[in-house]
């Protein structure tokens, strides 16, 4: 089946330092990725969205590159801020038509991530 | 996001009946409720597209959902148990089951006694 992982449960930094969260998933298929973050005490939004045509997604400067020949996913961000600290979720969605897995959003088990001054 | 509204936000039962309800204003086809416990990530429980049922994971028969229209989503529980302490979140997406793209309501936490 359909798993994510994602390496890191907690990645502590300093403000203005470089964001990597890594992400890396298995499917059959060749999937949808995306990011979703989560504050503290807040619902689950979606921060980014793998294109299927190879494009590199970008939201509140953080962006994302889906390499199909790692599998990986990961989220980059080149500074990070004070409220970029939240838990964030690498998630795998099957494409259309695939059966058994229609609206199966496969989620990774999520790292926290907290800047300090 | 005021889009998709929850109720209640928070409810602490015994061994209780209780509903939860969901209304999203958002047109979208697809509405889900996902299970989310302590330290984990959300877990789908169900999924209706269009008013249908079509994903009911493995989910305890004291969980029952209901789509009244296309915007509405309940999800009824009886006799709750200690396991079922957790936030609920209602969840939407606009073209259907297959996007990935959710948007989640705020969420009702559940605490059981």
């Known amino acids: 089946g359909d798993s994510v992982t994602q390496t890191e449960g907690l990645v502590t930094l300093t403000e203005g330092l470089p964001v990597m969260l890594n992400c890396t998933y298995q499917s059959t298929y060749s999937p949808f990725l995306f990011w979703y973050v989560q504050h503290l005490n807040e619902a689950p939004k979606l921060l980014l969205k793998s294109f299927t045509d190879n494009k590199r997604p970008e939201h509140q400067g953080f962006h994302a590159t889906l390499h199909k020949s790692s599998s990986s996913f990961h989220l980059q961000k080149s500074s990070a801020q004070l409220s970029d600290s939240a838990l964030y979720y690498c998630a795998l969605s099957p494409p259309a038509n695939t059966g058994a897995n229609t609206g199966k959003l496969t989620f990774g088990h999520g790292t926290i991530l907290r800047v300090h001054p | 996001n005021t889009k998709i509204t929850q109720s209640p936000r928070y409810l602490i039962l015994g061994r209780a009946n209780k509903s939860l309800e969901c209304e999203q204003h958002l047109g979208h086809n697809a509405m889900y409720w996902y299970k989310q416990s302590a330290e984990k990530p959300p877990e789908l429980m169900f999924l209706?597209?269009?008013?249908?049922?079509?994903r009911n994971e493995t989910v305890p028969s004291r969980f029952i959902p209901e789509c009244p229209d296309s915007s509405k989503l309940l999800l009824h529980i009886s006799a709750v148990d200690p396991e079922d302490s957790a936030v609920y979140f209602c969840?939407?997406?606009?073209?259907?089951?297959?996007?990935?793209?959710?948007?989640f309501g705020e969420g009702s936490k559940l605490t059981v006694l």
């Open positions: 969840a939407s997406s606009l073209q259907g089951a297959n996007t990935g793209q959710l948007y």
């Open positions: 209706y597209n269009l008013k249908q049922l079509i």
